[in-house]
């Protein structure tokens, strides 16, 4: 196991908990992989080569209190996201995104991959067939099937997961590449 003082983006393993012996603690980290988003950086514990000849890390589990952090906007008014977790490699994605009442993506689009969403507040539109997500709805838009455009009739936050990258080109609606992971 790499020194987390000694690599930049490390980050100390947590006091081992009680009834699990030093042995087990040390070595309970994942396989080499490169995940990125808050959960991530706060758990990436140890160096693990390389992948596909980019940096590769080892990680234990972690348990993120959304609350605490920051929501982060898009360069689409009206959206913002917290970056909860990514697979670097293959682009799957969690986060949580939140429309201003009255924002929305403007134009119809597909996804290189199946996009989940869980309405976890407020109300948010499909405009053309009028699939309404409220509190508690889960919608899933397959690979390739186009959908939207979208309009928040309230403010609202979906927890949203990609099991593969988010499109096959950036939209146009996005000016900053990251927009689109």
């Not at 003082?5 to 087990?24: K, N, Y």
């Not at 924002?103 to 996009?115: D, E, K």
């Amino acid at each position: 196991m790499t020194d987390a003082a000694a690599t930049p983006g490390l980050v100390p393993a947590p006091p081992r908990p009680e009834g699990i012996d030093e042995a087990e603690w040390a070595s309970n980290l994942s396989d080499p992989a490169r995940y990125g988003g808050v959960a991530a950086d706060r758990s990436r514990e140890a160096a693990g080569g390389t992948l596909d000849g980019e940096a590769a890390f080892r990680f234990r589990e972690i348990l993120v209190h959304t609350g605490d952090l920051e929501w982060i906007d898009k360069t689409l008014a009206g959206l913002t996201h917290k970056a909860l977790w990514r697979n670097d490699e293959t682009g799957a994605s969690i986060s949580l995104v939140r429309f201003a009442a009255g924002s929305g993506i403007p134009l119809r689009h597909s996804h290189a991959s199946n996009q989940f969403m869980f309405c976890l507040s407020g109300r948010y539109t499909y405009v053309p067939t009028g699939l309404t997500l409220e509190p508690g709805s889960f919608y899933w838009n397959p690979k390739g099937c186009l959908h939207g455009p979208t309009r928040a009739d309230a403010d609202t936050v979906l927890l949203e997961i990609y099991d593969g990258p988010h499109y096959p080109t950036q939209p146009e609606w996005y000016s900053d590449p990251t927009d689109a992971h």
